[in-house]
């Protein structure tokens, strides 16, 4: 079973206004019985051409948020980092984490996405 796995891209992925893009995928098998405690780190960059816009990022897992973060007023910022960090409890299984982005903006892209999950146990 892997204890750890991970996800990344060089491409810009497009990220288009009210709509929820998965831009990194992280699967992870947990063996046992018990629940296990699991790190999760994902990240992004962004850019676009908006003022007073905003960027959300969040980890999901069979459709549930574990985690986000949002950053405000990027004024059309070039370069802005978004990071989801955090430690989760999941149950024995397969499990894929959904790295997502998701703007007000008309016109946003994101880079170099990574995500990472590590099972602690």
Known sequence: MAKASFD???NPIFVGPSTNVIVATAKLAISGTRTHKVLVIGEF??????ANGYI???VQSEGNTLLNTQVNNLNG??????TVT???TV???NHAF??????????RSVHHPALSAVDLN
Do not use: C, F, K, M
């Open 8 to 10: 990344s891209n060089s």
């Open 45 to 50: 960059s962004t850019e676009g051409s908006l």
């Open 56 to 58: 959300v990022g969040d």
């Open 77 to 82: 910022t070039i370069g802005t980092i978004v």
């Open 86 to 88: 955090g430690i989760v």
């Open 91 to 93: 149950s024995p299984g």
């Open 98 to 107: 959904d790295l997502r982005a998701y703007t007000n903006a008309t016109s």
